[in-house]
């Protein structure tokens, strides 16, 4: 059974700094690309940044510059560094994954950043 669990999560000030992962668990056969995606209320979810099994990243233009993307496929966890958080970053942030060819999601973890 494959797990995706978020940490990293939280309260952060505007300006401050924020490091998300994403631990993949279970039956693992092959890793495919990997990514962070965020949602508010009432708005559909976006992508935030995504890193292919090769190592090409793609950001949302909005977090360009602040956020970077990576993964360490010894640990089979992909990471979100956050930088220069601002209010309009505060979302719920999930995790993809795609495993054994199939589309993975973490449950969630909040990111607050206050102004």
């Known amino acids: 059974q494959v797990q995706l669990v978020e940490s990293g999560g939280g309260l952060v000030q505007a300006g401050g700094s924020l490091r998300l992962s994403c631990v993949v668990s279970?039956?693992?056969?092959?890793?495919?690309?990997m990514g962070w995606y965020r949602q508010t209320p009432g708005k559909q979810r976006e992508l935030v940044a995504d890193?292919?099994?090769?190592?090409?990243?793609n950001y949302a233009e909005s977090v360009k510059g602040r956020f970077t993307i990576s993964r360490d496929n010894a640990k089979n966890t992909v990471y979100l560094q956050m930088n220069s958080l601002k209010p309009e970053d505060t979302a719920v942030y999930y995790c993809?994954?795609?495993?054994?060819?199939?589309?993975?999601w973490g449950k969630g973890t909040l990111v607050t950043a206050s102004s």
């Open positions: 279970g039956s693992i056969f092959s890793i495919g690309a």
């Open positions: 993809y994954a795609r495993l054994n060819g199939m589309a993975y």
């Open positions: 890193i292919t099994s090769g190592g090409s990243t």
